[in-house]
């Protein structure tokens, strides 16, 4: 295979995905080469960005920001590549899966976050003296509850303008909330902008995230779009379809 042809399939790599990128040009590159310090300092770029992408501390569009950067520097990297700077003249057919395991890995360290999230959202109630604490699912149970308990009855959500009247009072729910929604919504953001960067494994990372959400999380995910509190938010739940599957909709505030 040419020296030009390898740089084509390289290229071709890339737009798969940066990991099969970097795979692909480990695959052919010659340690000895004089660019090869270069693409060993890249991928740990890549590496460390990848671990801090994990750990739901930078906002997901920093992290595009820094894959855009390590791009067009592989892309830079892959037009310096010359016949003296190969290790093989060919390149392998099919992509390593090397990768895969590397992007689920990340992915599922993020489904971990979600439920530590989900943990740490409560609902407390104090009758008599009494105090009453419940966690995770059963709390968004609750607190969407008594949304809908005090919502249900009232004569302007049933009007033709109520849509509007539950944009305003879930925006000012969600803006005011004491920050555990807050956090929670960050990282459901967060998994949908790595799922649907994903062209390989999109399909597996959207029916798992699918499978996450109990209608009533799904109902307050649906309140969440229609607050408009996040329209980067909304934009990805409409490109994931995640509330096309319409089971929540039965528990929705009429």
């Given at each position: 295979?040419s020296?030009s042809?390898?740089q084509e399939?390289?290229?071709?790599r890339?737009a798969?995905?940066l990991?099969?990128g970097?795979?692909?040009?480990e695959d ?10 270069d ?7 890549y590496?460390d960005l990848?671990?801090i992408?994990?750990m ?21 990297l892959?037009d310096r ?8 003249d060919d390149?392998?057919a ?6 895969l395991?590397t992007?689920?890995t990340n992915?599922f ?7 530590k999230?989900?943990d740490a959202?409560?609902?407390v109630?104090?009758s008599?003296r ?6 995770g ?12 308990r ?6 302007d959500v049933?009007a033709?303008?109520g849509?509007n009247?539950?944009?305003?009072y879930?925006?000012?729910y ?6 555990k ?5 960050k990282?459901i953001k967060?998994?949908?902008a790595?799922t ?6 999109r ?6 995230l ?6 009533f999380?799904l109902a307050?995910i649906y ?9 980067e938010?909304?934009a990805m ?5 995640l509330?096309?599957?319409?089971s929540?909709?039965d528990v929705?505030?009429?």
């Open positions: 295979m020296n042809r390898i399939e390289v290229k071709s890339i798969k995905g990991n099969f970097i795979e692909a040009v052919v590159l010659a340690p000895n080469a004089p660019i090869y310090n693409f060993i300092l890249l991928k740990s770029k590496n990848m671990y992408s994990t739901n501390t930078m906002p997901y569009d920093q992290i595009e920001i820094g894959m855009d950067r390590l791009r067009t520097a592989l892309l830079q892959v590549l010359d016949e003296s700077s190969l290790e093989k390149i392998q099919d992509l390593k899966v090397q990768a395991p992007r689920r992915f360290k993020l489904l971990d976050i979600h439920f999230n989900l959202i409560q609902y109630e104090v008599d009494q105090e009453s604490r419940e966690s699912r059963e709390a968004i149970y609750l607190h969407y509850n008594l949304h809908r005090s919502l249900r009855n009232r004569d049933k033709p303008d849509q009247v539950l944009q305003s879930f925006y000012d969600f803006h005011n909330e004491t920050g929604l807050e956090v929670y919504f990282n967060h998994m949908l790595y649907l960067s994903s062209e390989i494994e399909r597996f990372f959207l029916d798992t699918r499978s996450l959400f109990s209608k999380e307050t309140y969440y779009v229609l607050s408009e509190i996040d329209l938010f909304n739940v409409e490109e994931s379809k509330l096309a599957e319409g929540y909709r929705l505030i009429r």
